[in-house]
């Protein structure tokens, strides 16, 4: 499976996002991609202030946009996340749509981002985010994909229960600051893959310093052995890169972590 990470540049204009975004997946597309995945938040900026004012309800514009992209091109398309108005809430919700637009797939954002870092970043999404109730795998003709967004990656249970329904990818669109990022976005990426033996790919959006919430970037493949295949740097990019979930099961022939658990025990 040939997937393309697209960490691109978010502005103040959502339409000018939902333009740059299908132009981005255009040009991945010419590498002849089976899967793209847009970053967290992709069509508004990420900030409390915003996220209802950007909000439309599920078939809505931004979703139409994505449904007809992914038709066009003939791609699984992960709709990074955007905020999803439904019964007075705000949810924090990532489309999944296959080759012929179809929707496959929704993913609500379970674990809300409240931080407060001493020295670092503060953030409450749960002031305007209401959290999502379900765990996400979908089909493909490669094999199953687990599907989470940014703070929920961290919850080691979840990721091990998206493996354990047979996902052998999971799939991140995510936006981690200038505090938690060069802390624990490679460490998480790699230490998801080697815990579940399977990849784990995160897509960021590019890192703007003007934004009063400012992306790590990096967006990043990691195989089940823990080896970083790629990573962006901080800019906008299209990054591409090979899957061959054949890896997953040759990893756990060499180290049987999976078979090996004492169900006994804990």
């Known amino acids: ?28 597309a010419q590498d002849g991609i ?16 915003f996220f209802r004012a950007y909000g439309e309800e599920e078939c809505g514009v931004a979703w139409t946009a994505l449904s007809q992209t992914a ?27 296959d080759r012929g ?26 002031e ?10 979908f089909d493909t003709e490669f094999g199953k994909i687990g599907l989470c967004i940014c703070f929920d990656f961290r919850f080691q249970e979840l990721a091990k229960t998206m493996a354990d329904r047979g996902a052998q990818l999971i799939v991140v669109p995510a936006a981690f600051n200038m505090t938690t990022g060069p802390a624990h976005w490679e460490l998480l990426f790699r230490q998801r893959a080697v815990d579940n033996q399977i990849f784990t790919l995160g897509t960021a959006p590019a890192r703007d310093e003007t934004e009063e919430y400012v ?7 990691a195989d089940p052995w823990g080896t970083v295949v790629a990573r962006a740097g901080t800019g906008e990019e299209v990054l591409l890169a090979e899957i061959d979930f054949a890896q997953n ?13 004492r169900g006994d025990l804990y």
């Open 101 to 126: 637009g179809r929707q496959i797939a929704k993913h609500r954002k379970a674990h809300l981002f409240d931080i407060d870092v001493e020295g670092g970043q503060r953030f409450r999404e749960s």
């Open 1 to 28: 499976m040939r997937a393309a990470m697209i960490q691109m540049k978010v502005v103040h204009d959502k339409q000018q996002n939902l333009i740059h975004a299908r132009e981005l997946l255009y040009q991945a």
């Open 71 to 97: 038709r066009e091109l003939q791609i699984y398309l992960v709709g990074g996340s955007m905020p999803e108005l439904s019964d007075g809430k705000v949810y924090n919700t990532s489309y999944v749509f």
């Open 34 to 49: 089976d899967l793209a995945v847009l970053p967290e938040m992709f069509c508004c900026p990420y900030s409390n202030r």
């Open 249 to 261: 099961e040759a990893i756990r022939r060499q180290l049987p972590i999976r078979s090996a658990r």
């Open 215 to 221: 992306s790590y970037a990096n967006s990043i493949l």
């Open 128 to 137: 305007v985010l209401s959290p999502g109730s379900q765990i996400t795998v």
